[in-house]
């Protein structure tokens, strides 16, 4: 007999069809027009719906295992399960069932649990440590090859990285239940044969978010238009986590604890089929692979992924879908070609990722345009079959998954032979901070890294032994190698679902160069991230204790001093101090943008100001030296007008709110809470005209529409500027601001170009529209530009090339002062991504960074996002320049 829970869900579902049925039968005309609606609904009472409803007709269940129904207290499809919960049903699964066991793998930012349910064979569960290592040896090229004989396939079915896309994590509790609890040959099979892993949330901080909104606003009974508050969240939705990005971007960055813990997770056993369940617009029906042909392949994966493995799989979802009589659609819009989605890392490590995408209902029932009403139950039952018809597919075809997956790493070998690069070499002498951050990412993905054995010119670089390392390309994970460092110029397609690159030495701006085939200078292998050297063992001062801005951590270092109260200065220009550090006295050169911390200037003691300097080394990683002299062995002393008071923490205020870019938004926030310690304020749009910004030393507005500003707004942020603000305006907002006035220099240069000319496009067939005009967009790639580091938004940058991220068509001018273009896009601009010929032609030598002013204040126009996504570790100073030394940016007189 079922376990007893306090709640029947039978007796709901009676009360809601005498609602559903009083309504229909009050309102003629409603009732006919729904009965019309064949798919996917025939009308409101099927939003409620009995557990046979979900499954395959006569699929039957330990009694002794309570259903998602009966555990929950209400018919699923009828709420929208809080996180919590989930949990909850799959740690009673695990308590009641010798074939499952659960854990959690990590915590989420708002600390909630990141679950994963492994369900298998009782046999299996007993030997699962023996089967993960076995299965781990099979796939290393290394080792001997073993047949795949009874070895489990291993599953790892994930669901919801999109907290709004809520169909997905009622799913796994139907999947769990299905594998737990079902009965008949084809569920023993499936235990026999397979390791199955359950994630039934990837995102539950959006998860949370969306769900609440969802129930806080069901209706009794439902409410189907489409213009009800619970099918339209608020600003910011619960698609994003808790810093408002994408997770399913991040497989790849791993900017989410969340993403690194699955990273790990995944790479612990290296699963053959990978899930990742999502929804789409209410219009829409439902997609499975394959995607686009051909032009949304990667290319660095071979190719039966795509034109054998795949179809197989195929065949299982469509038979699934069909005898339900479920539209859907393969081979369009979505793409394979990124490897950070959740349905394309997994093919990186031998396996198959796999998209789903369900029409979404958007709360319990809609009406759809196209296909009639759609219901939160029917979405979960399309989205339940095709998990379903995954399972029998894996189980139909694990010897060729265990095979291929074998094949995969045999041949990343072969190929990495004949590659014409032997692999990569990188680091900075300089930047040890930025060192660290790029080592972690690389060991995160398994990728093996060297340390360099002596220093030697690559590419026109000096790299120094003890600051550098060797990434070869023969190594299993060789088409990872080649996704991090390899620049893309050539194309099958001309349109992408999302961005065409993502070499990510360029956009963690880090000095790096290829290396010749044959011996590598790569001395130890390198398994872990080394410790700062030094980090609070700073000598005590006897004169001022110095900071090299260089550093990628030196913000950090420097604002928890601020907060503090810690009086600091930075000096605008370079010199040479005899210092004493935790190795000893050196004389030792300081960049631009160093800051100073001169004891006489304190308004404590130098035993306390000590204390807190060693803190902030050791709080921040970057280390501190100690000089006993403002007397400079070459250039400025600490005494010079050129060593300028930063006078206290920014305090810096980020406008929010509807039509704002939450991505963008997010990315700021990030940067400053994870890697700053920087508070900042978001204000709604909605409440701007409340906030008095006299309190305030910087604005921040990224891109958005900001028509919401009214003439007395606008006219109060011009004020805010002239009395010594800094605006610092990013992507669209930067256009915004130069049409707005606020960019007079700009401005001059937009009225001084010649105009574009016009394009001649011939008649073409109305079928290549889309393909042409997609074409044309800049939807993500990455450029060279110029950049002046003796700029005080240069400030800590060693080189006058940099790489920046461009995902617009905001092209504008260099200002018409000849100071205030301090990055600029080269004559030569294109590093790696797709970009059309025209549009090559118009960005060069196009402005990426603009210094303007009115009255005594700063504006910042940061037309290319220094922030993009969290990973731009290359552009993020431009950002922190800008907020710590804005208010020191004059705009000189042009000669």
Known sequence: MPRPYPFQSSSLRQAFAVVVTGLLLTSPSLSTNLAAQATPAQGWEDAVQPLEYFFPEGQTFDADVPSPQEFLGYEIGTHHTRHDRIVAYMQELARLSDRATYQSIG?????????????????????????????????????????????????????????????????????????????????????????????????????????????????????????????NEVWPGGRTNHYWFDLNRDWLPLQDPSSQARIDFHHSWKPNVVTDYHEMGTNSTYFFEPTKPEGSWNPLLPEELYTDITLRFADHWSASLDELGSLYFTKEVFDNTYPGYGSTYPNFLGGLGLVFEQASARGHIQESSHHGVLTFAFAIRNQ??????????????????????????????????????????????????LNREFLDLLLRHRVEVFELDGSGEFGGTTFREGSAWV????????????????????????VFY???????????????????????????????????????????????????WSDYFAPRALQYLLARGVRVEAAFHPFTSRIRGSAGPEDREFARGSISIPLQTQSMAASELHALVREAEAQSGVPFWATDTGYSLDGI???????????????????????????????????????????????????????????????????????????????????????????IAIRGAANWAVQEGFAPRLSEALEGAPDEEPVETPRTDYTDAQALTGAQRIGGSIYRAHLDPTHPLGFGYQEREIAVWRDHEFILPPSANPFSTPVQLTDEPHLSGYISDRNLERIRGSASVVADGIGGGTVVLLIDNPNFRGYWYGTNRLFLNALFFGPHISVPAAP
Do not use: C
């Open 498 to 548: 999302d961005a065409s690159t993502w070499t990510m030495s360029l956009a963690y701006g880090i000095p790096h160069a290829e290396l010749g085939t044959g011996s590598l200078p790569q001395g130890s292998r390198v398994t872990e991230v080394p410790e700062p050297v030094g980090r609070g063992l700073v000598p005590e001062a006897g004169y001022a204790y110095l900071l090299d």
């Open 107 to 231: 915590r989420s930012i708002e600390h909630r649990d990141l679950p994963v349910l492994t369900v298998t064979s009782p046999t299996n569960h007993q030997r699962l440590e023996e089967i993960r290592e076995a299965h781990l040896r099979a796939a290393d090229p290394r080792q001997p090859a073993t047949p795949t004989g009874d070895r489990p396939i291993v599953v790892h079915l994930g669901y919801g990285v999109h907290g709004n896309e809520t169909s997905s994590a009622e799913v796994a509790m139907l999947q769990a239940y299905w594998l737990v609890a079902g009965q008949g040959d084809e569920v023993s099979r499936a235990l026999d044969s397979g390791v199955w892993h359950i994630e039934p949330v990837l995102n539950p901080d959006g998860r949370d978010r969306h769900t609440n909104w969802a129930n806080m606003h069901k209706g009794a009974p439902f409410v189907a238009d489409p213009l009800d508050r619970e099918h």
């Open 471 to 494: 990434v070869p390309v023969e190594q299993p994970g060789y088409r990872m190698v080649r996704s991090i460092f390899e620049t893309t110029d050539t194309y099958a397609d001309s």
């Open 384 to 433: 339940l079959r095709t998990s379903l018809a995954t399972v029998r597919g894996a189980v139909a075809e694990r010897e060729r998954m265990l095979e291929y997956q074998r094949d995969f790493y045999e041949s990343a070998l072969t190929e990495a032979v004949e590659f014409p690069t032997g692999g990569w070499v990188f680091g900075s002498s300089v930047d040890h901070s």
């Open 637 to 727: 002393d600490l005494g010079s007008g050129n060593v300028r008071p930063i006078s206290g923490m920014p305090r810096a205020l980020l406008v929010v709110g509807a039509g704002i870019s939450q991505y963008e938004a997010g990315q700021v926030w990030h940067l400053l809470d994870t890697r700053v310690g920087l508070p900042i304020t978001k204000v709604d749009r909605d409440h701007l005209g409340r906030a008095n910004l006299s309190e305030y030393d910087a604005m921040v507005l990224v891109s958005g529409s900001y028509g919401f500003m009214d003439d007395d707004q606008r006219a109060e942020l011009r004020r805010f500027v002239e009395r010594g603000g800094t605006l």
